[in-house]
């Protein structure tokens, strides 16, 4: 599937620009169709941001992209 790889790459693109450990960012996408991205543990609130407004940015992002749309985003411990 070409079209899971671009929208894990995406997440993961967009997530390493916002962590201060970009080595440590992973995107993996589950069998169900969920995209599931990891972090270092002290730069999960950087990806997640206040109140969830940056994890809903890149929601919001997926949901706009063509390959993206039918993608769940989850950030996992």
């Given at each position: 599937?070409?079209?899971?790889?671009?929208?894990?790459?995406?997440?993961?693109?967009?997530?390493?620009?916002?962590v201060?450990?970009?080595?440590?960012?992973?995107?993996?996408?589950?069998?169900?169709?969920?995209?599931?991205l990891?972090?270092?543990?002290?730069?999960?609130?950087?990806?997640?941001?206040?109140?969830?407004?940056?994890?809903?940015?890149?929601?919001?992002?997926?949901?706009?992209?063509?390959v993206?749309?039918d993608?769940?985003?989850?950030?996992?411990?």
């Amino acid at each position: 599937m070409p079209d899971a790889q671009k929208v894990t790459d995406l997440v993961e693109f967009i997530a390493k620009a916002l962590v201060s450990e970009p080595d440590q960012v992973r995107a993996v996408e589950a069998d169900d169709g969920v995209i599931e991205l990891e972090t270092a543990a002290e730069d999960r609130g950087r990806v997640i941001g206040r109140q969830g407004r940056v994890a809903k940015a890149m929601r919001a992002l997926l949901a706009a992209s063509r390959v993206g749309a039918d993608a769940q985003l989850e950030i996992v411990d």
